[in-house]
C-alpha cells in the first residue's frame, strides 16, 4: 500500500523572498503591528531608552509589546515559550522582523512596563468605541462581594434595627447588640456588633445563631450595600442580564484563551497580566465582529496616541 510521503531532508527548497511572503493580508497578526505602531509608548509610560553611544543597541518596545499581545491572543504567555515562538513561528518571526529577544529581555520588559499595559488597554477601547462597538445600553460589572456577614441562622441583617446615635443594633426580640471592633477584609472594612450575654436566654437563638451569641459584621458602606439588595428585588431580570454580560468574557477567557491562572506574583504584576489578557479578549471580539481588513483601516487612519487616559 502507498502513503503520502514528506519530501527528503536533503532536498534543496526555495522559500519565500522576504518576511512579507510569511504572512496573508487577512492574517490578524497585522492588526497587532498596526495597533502598536499607532501608539506613543513614551507618552503611554513606557520606557524608552535614548541612543547609546556603547554597546548593543536595545530592543524596540514596541517589539516586545507585539510579542506580548501576539502571545496572549493565542495563548503563549510565558517569556521562555515567547522567545521558541521568535524562532520557530513564521507569524512572530514576521512580526518582529525576525527579531529574536531572550526570555529574560522579555520577561524584564513585562516587569519594567507593567503599570502600563493598562493604558495600552484602554487605547484599543477608544477604537473600539469610534467604530461603534460599546452599546452603553447597559454596563455590567463583577463587584468586588459587599455582602454584611450577618451570622448563620434564620434572621437575615435586615431584620435587624440599626440605632444610629447609640451606633448599635436591636434584634428582633428587642436585645441590643453593640459594637465592639472593626474588621477588614478584601472587600472592605466590617464594623462587629455582639452582645455575648443577651444571646444566653433568648428563646429563639437555636435559630438566629449556631454559635453562643449572635454577631453581625457589617459593612462600613452597608448603606449602598442595602440599596443595591433593594434595586435587586425590585428588578431582578438585571442580575440575568449582568451574568450574560460580565460572566461570558471571563468564561471565554478562562475556556478558550487558556487563562486559568496567572503566571506572575504580586499585585501590579497579575494587574499586567490581567490587562493584556482582556486586551486579547477584546481583540479577538473585535476580529470576529469586523474582520482584519476593516479594523486595519480604522488603525491605519488613527494618529498617534501621545498621552494616557485620566484614570
Known sequence: MSYLCGVSR?????????????????????????????????????EVKAEQAAGA?????????????????????????LEKATRRNLEVIWLLGRLTPDHWTINAFRRTNRKHFKEVFRQFNLVCGSLGLFGAELVAYV??????????????????????????????????????????????????????????????RKRCTR????????????????????????RPQVMA????????PFGTMKFWLGYRA????????????????CLAYNLRRTLNLLGVRQL???????TPISAPLAA
Open 10 to 46: 536533503q532536498q534543496m527548497m526555495l522559500l519565500p523572498e522576504s518576511v512579507e511572503d510569511y504572512v496573508g493580508p487577512e492574517n490578524p497578526v497585522r492588526v497587532i503591528d498596526a495597533f502598536v505602531d499607532g501608539l506613543d509608548l513614551g507618552g503611554l509610560g513606557f
Open 296 to 302: 486595519l483601516a480604522t488603525l491605519r487612519a488613527k
Open 211 to 234: 454559635g453562643a451569641y449572635r454577631k453581625l459584621a457589617v459593612h462600613e458602606h452597608q448603606e449602598f450595600v442595602d440599596a443595591a439588595r433593594t434595586r435587586l428585588r425590585e
Open 143 to 204: 463587584p468586588a462581594p459587599r455582602t454584611a456577614a450577618a451570622g448563620e441562622g434564620q434572621y437575615p441583617i435586615e431584620s435587624f434595627r440599626y440605632d444610629a446615635p447609640r451606633d448599635l443594633y436591636i434584634c428582633p426580640q428587642g436585645r441590643e447588640l453593640t459594637r465592639h471592633s472593626d474588621t477588614v477584609k478584601s472587600s472592605g472594612r466590617y464594623h462587629v456588633y455582639y452582645d455575648s450575654g443577651a444571646c444566653g436566654d433568648c428563646p429563639v
Open 241 to 248: 442580564q449582568r451574568r450574560a454580560l460580565a460572566e461570558h
Open 262 to 277: 496567572f503566571l506572575n506574583r504580586g499585585l501590579e504584576m497579575v494587574r499586567a497580566e490581567f490587562s493584556l489578557t
Open 57 to 81: 543597541p536595545p530592543y524596540d518596545p514596541k517589539a516586545l509589546l507585539k510579542l506580548y499581545i501576539y502571545g496572549y491572543l493565542n495563548r503563549i504567555r510565558s517569556s521562555r515559550d
